[in-house]
């Protein structure tokens, strides 16, 4: 059984009563914390200057008073230099002889934080010693005499210095286990390394910025740590650091396909410390956000121009009518005027994908099976192919449902499709492969047997209106799949193979939220609407309970432990967000989508979706089924 804090400090005090010499410990205060009894004794002090608190300042008066020091004076003068040496905290050892004539050492080594441990030895015994031998120094020479007592203050000092050393060892390794443990817990990768580039010093995180690598990494060298491809792309920033110049800079490490921000600053003795960190999911929002601006830009600057040019090509088409129905015109007009009426119904197509491009488009994530969208996507192509062009499938994906707008890759996928056919013309081979990377993409590989993208196409593919297809092609495709696919964080790219073009688009790998019927904790701080979600959790088969702020919700958590799902609005009452809610139960058991009536493009809209599932207000119950995977007879 574990002794209480009473039962502790009466063991230590019947330990120390034990030591023959006398010993004190004053805080930093200069206040009494424990003394043991041969203190009293030797000083022969009064109860009330051995009980804790009593004042340093009051033990010295007493004892100048009862003569301890000899004539003394000016007592009060006595007094304060002796506080005010005590104050310094600084360690010493100093011998003296008291007014009944014994003679004590006293050592004293101030705490890390501040006060003393001091102890006093009656060393009249060893005085004595070197007395007699004083007294026999004419059988000893002057030279021996002289060594004896050296050597004896000598030994007393090193005694006190071994404890000071001691002391200072402790300190230094309480710090250090300090030190340690915050790194540890930091969510960066935290490193030295020495002129010749090999680690002297790592945390543990290394595996979680860069996953695959190992963690005992010290006495490595970096390259080879962190693998030639990696290592090439930090090389001359390493370099930098160490001509003296510190860095901070981001770059993608395709082993992981994460992206790392990384922190190069010189020590100021020729190595560099590292601080690293993941910013994947940052970036992640980051394209997302930027996306949704350029679209907004782009609506504001095509919005007029579209409604004027729109004006001009119905008078245009008006015009043409009323010209195709006169009389009398000459035999090639009927061909001219189908062409010009021909000509502004395209411009009439290319304004309705000018308006797909830049109008407003809010993602509708949901639980998304992979293998089901694929089987899905097949059975649309299908028809749209060639008989000689051959579509394969290949879905290595993992089997538990994502977090997709599933239109818009479907959508996306298929505008691919679309382009490997045209690209095959009459036979070929169209493969689509899907799989998650390292828990940080979903990646879809389109790839054909045609003739691959021309040195101009990899340039400005993604330019709108620019196409390779002449007049069949509109130029939007492309650009439309780029834009679907940067509005939910991810990327597209383009390149050639030996056997034809192939085309890379990724998206964040998002798994859908396991929530099983059971106790959802709702918080909402505006009462109707919380009526509205309880009614749409209680009819998915949920349980619920309810809070009005993320700290209402905190509490809850801890005396409720079957919470299987939290449902929290971003904005809250009080100083805490959803968001920050969001954050106090990450790695937990405890799922939580957030909802929210912000616009995409808000700061705490686009924060919110890097940290967890977000369902855009207003929403109906087959939307929050969708989200959470879970669909009962009463959704359906």
């Known amino acids: 059984m574990p002794h209480s804090p009473l039962q502790i400090r009466t063991l ?150 071994n404890t000071a050393l001691a002391e200072a060892k402790r300190e230094l390794t309480e710090i250090e286990a300090r030190t340690r443990l915050t790194t540890e817990m930091m969510p960066a990768h935290i490193a030295h390394v020495d002129d010749g580039g090999h680690y002297t010093y790592s945390n543990r995180r290394l595996s979680t910025m860069f996953p695959g690598r190992d963690t005992e990494i010290l006495g490595r060298h970096i390259g080879e740590v962190l693998g030639p491809r990696a290592f090439e792309r930090i090389a001359p920033k390493l370099q930098q650091a160490y001509d003296g110049t510190a860095s901070v800079f981001e770059f993608g490490d395709e082993a992981s396909a994460r992206r790392i921000r990384a922190a190069f600053t010189p020590d100021g003795r020729g190595g560099v410390y590292i601080l690293s960190m993941d910013v994947t999911e940052e970036t992640q929002a980051r394209a997302a956000l930027q996306q949704t601006r350029r679209r907004a830009l782009a609506a504001q600057m095509t919005s007029g121009l579209a409604h004027d040019f729109s004006n001009l090509l119905t008078i245009i088409l008006g015009l043409q009518s009323n010209l195709k129905r006169l009389d009398g015109l000459p035999a090639e007009a009927p061909a001219l005027i189908e062409a010009t009426l021909a000509a502004a119904r395209r411009g009439g197509g290319l304004l309705e994908s000018i308006a ?35 579509l394969n499938v290949i879905c290595d994906a993992p089997d538990r449902p994502m977090l997709l707008d599933a239109g818009m890759v479907q959508d996306s996928l298929l505008n691919l499709i679309l382009n490997a056919r045209d690209a095959c013309g009459t036979h070929g081979t169209i493969t689509i492969r899907c799989r998650a990377l390292h828990e940080t993409w979903i990646e879809w590989v389109v790839s054909d047997t045609g003739p691959g993208f021309s040195p101009r196409a990899l340039e400005r593919a993604f330019d709108p209106f620019f196409t390779t297809k002449g007049a069949e092609g509109t130029g939007m495709g492309l650009p439309m799949v780029w834009d679907m696919t940067k509005l939910a964080g991810g990327d597209l790219r383009l390149s050639n193979t030996e056997d034809g073009a192939q085309v890379v688009l990724r998206l964040p790998y998002r798994p859908a939220v396991a929530a099983p019927t059971g106790l959802v904790l709702l918080v909402e701080d505006r009462e109707d609407l919380r009526e509205i979600y309880r009614d749409m959790l209680t009819g998915l088969g949920h349980s619920v309970v309810e809070a009005v702020s993320a700290d209402e919700a905190t509490a809850l958590l801890a005396d409720v432990p079957d919470i299987s799902l939290i449902l929290s609005d971003i904005q809250l009452e009080g100083e805490a967000t959803g968001i920050d809610l969001a954050a106090r139960v990450a790695g937990s058991n405890t799922a939580i ?23 855009q207000k207003p929403f109906t119950a087959e939307d929050l089924a969708a989200l959470t995977g879970v669909l009962t007879e009463a959704a359906q």
């Open 593 to 615: 989508v957030l909802m929210t009536s912000l616009p995409a493009d808000d700061a705490l809209s686009v924060q919110a979706r890097a940290r967890a599932p977000v369902l």
């Open 12 to 161: 230590t005090t019947a330990g120390l009563n034990l030591i023959a010499q006398a010993l004190s410990i004053y805080d930093s205060d200069l206040k009494l914390a424990v003394c043991n009894a041969p203190f009293q004794h030797m000083f022969d002090l009064p109860d009330h200057l051995v009980t804790p608190g009593a004042t340093f300042e009051d033990t010295i008066r007493h004892l100048v008073t009862a003569g301890e020091y000899g004539p003394v004076a000016d007592i009060e003068a006595f007094v304060t230099e002796r506080v005010e040496q005590a104050l310094a905290f600084v360690p010493h050892y100093m011998e003296r002889t008291r007014a009944n004539g014994r003679t004590i050492s006293v050592e004293g080594s101030p705490l890390p934080q501040r006060g003393w441990v001091t102890v006093y030895t009656d060393i009249t015994r060893s005085k004595q010693q070197e007395a007699l031998l004083r007294a026999r120094s004419e059988e000893l020479s002057d030279q021996l005499v002289a060594y004896s007592e050296e050597l004896s203050s000598t030994n007393r000092e090193l005694a006190a210095m």
């Open 356 to 390: 797909d491009v830049t109008a407003r488009r809010t993602l509708r994530p949901g639980a998304t099976d992979l293998h089901a969208l694929l089987e899905d996507l097949r059975t649309l192509a299908a028809p749209t192919l060639p008989t000689e062009i051959r």
